[in-house]
Each structure stands twice: as C-alpha cells, then as structure tokens.
C-alpha cells in the first residue's frame, strides 16, 4: 500500500523560511517522480513543483521560483520542500504526491501538511 | 500558461441521475488530462488519466472523454458517496495547472 506521510507545517511569520518532508513507503520511491500540491483553505488545487526520479531535473510554478526548492533522497526515500522568503499567500495545506509512471498527474496523495504564514 | 476552466461551479444532482461535468482547456492538451474527487475534509483522489482511463479502484460509473481541448466526466447514476468537488487537470507540458473545480451537491 502506497503512504506519504508529510511533515513540517506551522505557523511561520512573513519572510521566514519552512521545510517540509515526505516519508514515502508501499512502492519503488526512486522510480518514481514526486511532486507538491498546495491547497488553500476553501479554494481548489495548485501544482507547486516536480522532481525527476533522480532528482536531476525539478519543475516550479511561476509564483514559488527562486523562494522555494524541491529535492529528495532516495535513500531515505523521503521528499523535501525548503520554502524560504514565505509570504502570507502560501498559506495553504501542502501535499506531496506520487506522480503517475512517466506522466506527471497525481497517482497518490499524502494527508497533507498545513502551512499558515502569518504575523 | 494553459488555463483550464471547468463548468458548472455547482452541478445539483438527484441520487440515482446522471451527472455530467466539463473541463476546457484554453489550448490542446492531447489527451494529458486526469480527473479528480474530492470530499470535504479528505485528500483529493485520483479518479481518470489520459482523459479516459479509470485509476484502480474507480468504479464503472465514473467515465471520462474528449481529446484535445474539449473533456467530459459522466457519473452515470450518482451514488451518496459521489457527492464532492470535482478537479481536472491537464500535465501536457509546465506549468501543470487545475480547473477551479465543480461541486456536485445533492439536488
């Protein structure tokens, strides 16, 4: 059975910095991409970032790129996100997610992380 | 950026009718295109990839169609358990972006 156990989330003020883990287990993690979703309360869902199988190749949304960095080490078959320079508008609950075998929809999804950036 | 919009916001429903939900691509996305569930207070869950193929697990009665820049989820008879928000999704290229979601509510 697939699990992603999330970590990290609280309450950081405006500028601070965050990172969030992902434990994964019930699958071959390094042969799997993984990614970030984020969630903000009562709204729909926004693709935050991806990571090759590797780890070599990492894709971002516009509105993350150069604050926020996702990596994973597939030794520990955990997935990170180091957030810096937070902003009150990444607010949001953050899942990490299995990507789909060589396409990048949302196979399974963690119970989520809540990220609250507030003063 | 590639903007889906989904259509209706809010679909009202009798148990047992069928439901039909939209998602617009505003370009082509072949068929790169999943469909999600989700319910209050849970973690979205994969329903549909490639635009018509159900995920393990998904019951018979969800289907989805179109290619393109043009897709459908059908729920053929809507079950209690059925009522939820719906997202799609296209990973045709970056960045990966989602409709605004249509929630199906009890009519």
């Known amino acids: 059975e697939v699990q992603l156990l999330e970590s990290g989330g609280g309450l950081i003020q405006p500028g601070g910095s965050l990172r969030l883990s992902c434990a994964a287990s019930g699958f071959t993690f390094s042969s799997s991409a993984m990614s970030w979703v984020r969630q903000t309360p009562g709204e729909g869902l926004e693709w935050v970032s991806t990571?090759?199988?590797?780890?070599?190749?990492?894709f971002y949304t516009d509105s993350v790129k150069g604050r926020f960095t996702i990596s994973r080490d597939n030794s520990k078959n955990t997935l990170y996100l180091q957030m810096n320079s937070l902003r009150a508008e990444d607010t949001a609950v953050y899942y990490c997610a299995k990507d789909g075998y060589n396409f990048n929809y949302f196979h399974y999804w963690g119970q989520g992380t809540l990220v609250t950036v507030s003063s | 950026e590639l903007v889906m919009t989904q259509s209706p916001a809010t679909l009202s429903v009798s148990p047992g009718e069928r439901a039909t939900l939209s998602c617009r691509a505003s370009q082509s996305v072949s068929s790169n295109l999943a469909w999600y569930q989700q319910k209050p207070g849970q973690t979205p869950r994969l329903l549909i990839y490639?635009?018509?193929t159900r995920a393990t697990g998904i019951p018979a009665r969800f289907s989805g169609s179109g290619s393109g820049t043009d897709f459908t989820l059908t729920i053929s008879s809507l079950q209690s358990e059925d009522f939820a928000v719906y997202y799609c999704?296209?990973?045709?290229?970056?960045?990966?972006?989602f409709g605004g979601g249509t929630k199906v509510e009890t009519k």
């Open positions: 999704q296209h990973y045709n290229r970056w960045p990966l972006t």
């Open positions: 990571i090759s199988e590797g780890g070599d190749t990492t």
């Open positions: 490639g635009a018509s």
